[in-house]
């Protein structure tokens, strides 16, 4: 009902930069909140960033003040510009919607398939 298409992983050099987008398509009556995610190999699926429907940005610690979260509620899109790109940054990044479906009104999490972030040193 609801697809998740992620794109702008790469590899890059330490300290390059990176813009990850994720575009959402489907039986939208609304979204809410978006994320993105990222999980290492052996890892953990762990939160990178959050926004909501008005703008409102949440951060991992570890990403604050190299990483910006934002969105095109027109476009029903969420980005992730990620800057000062460490090697432990490296990772599958997953984007993550939470959606009220039209007609029913039904509301659900939606995951796109992930992309893939390589930092090299």
């Known amino acids: 009902q609801v697809q998740l298409v992620e794109s702008g992983g790469d590899l890059v050099q330490a300290g390059g930069s990176l813009r990850l987008s994720c575009a959402a398509s489907?039986?939208?009556?609304?979204?809410?909140?978006m994320g993105w995610y990222r999980q290492a190999p052996g890892k953990e699926r762990d939160l990178v960033a959050t926004i909501s429907s008005a703008g409102n940005t949440d951060y991992q610690d570890s990403v604050k003040g190299r990483f910006t979260i934002s969105r095109d509620n027109a476009k029903n899109t969420v980005y992730l510009q990620m800057n000062i790109l460490k090697p432990e940054d490296t990772a599958v990044y997953y984007c993550n919607a939470d959606v009220v479906l039209s007609i029913t009104r039904r509301r659900d999490t939606y995951w796109g398939q992930g992309t893939q972030v390589t930092v090299s040193s």
């Open positions: 489907g039986r939208i009556f609304k979204i809410n909140d």
